[in-house]
Nanobody
Framework: QVQLVESGGGFVQAGDSLRLSCVAS????????MGWFRQAPGKEREFVAA????????YYADSVKGRFTISKDNAKNALYLQMNSLKPEDTAVYYC???????????????????WGQGTQVTVSS
C-alpha cells in the first residue's frame, strides 16, 4: 500500500496556472503508474490524467489535453499536475491515485486505482 498526500490547490482566476503536488510513501513509487482525478460538487469523480510508472508515457482526458501536464519524479517520490489556462469548469477537488492494475496503466476508471490521497481543492473564478 502507498500513502499519498496532495498539495498546491487554491483559488485562482480564469486563465491562471496552478501546480499540484502529490508525495508518496510506502511502496516503491518508481514501479507504480499514477493518475489524477477530480470531483466537482454534485458530480462523479472523473479522470484527468495518467502517467506510466517510468514517467515516460502520459494520457489525458480530452477536457484538459493541451492545458494540463502530468509528470513524475521517482527520485523524489512525487507526482505533479501542472495546470495552465484554467477555466471555471476545472473547479473541483483533485485527487492523486496509485494504479493497481499494471497492464492498464492508462486506465480512466477509478476502480483500477487502489490508493488515494485526501484531495486538494482547486477553485477557478471567472
Amino acid at each position: 500500500q502507498v500513502q499519498l498526500v496532495e498539495s498546491g490547490g487554491g483559488f485562482v482566476q480564469a486563465g491562471d496556472s496552478l501546480r499540484l503536488s502529490c508525495v508518496a510513501s510506502g511502496r516503491t513509487f518508481s514501479s507504480i503508474s499514477m493518475g489524477w482525478f477530480r470531483q466537482a460538487p454534485g458530480k462523479e469523480r472523473e479522470f484527468v490524467a495518467a502517467i506510466r510508472w517510468s514517467g515516460a508515457t502520459t494520457y489525458y482526458a480530452d477536457s484538459v489535453k493541451g492545458r494540463f501536464t502530468i509528470s513524475k519524479d521517482n527520485a523524489k517520490n512525487a507526482l505533479y499536475l501542472q495546470m495552465n489556462s484554467l477555466k471555471p469548469e476545472d473547479t473541483a477537488v483533485y485527487y492523486c491515485a496509485a494504479n493497481r492494475e499494471p497492464l492498464r496503466w492508462s486506465s480512466t476508471q477509478a476502480a483500477d486505482f487502489g490508493s488515494w490521497g485526501q484531495g486538494t481543492q482547486v477553485t477557478v473564478s471567472s
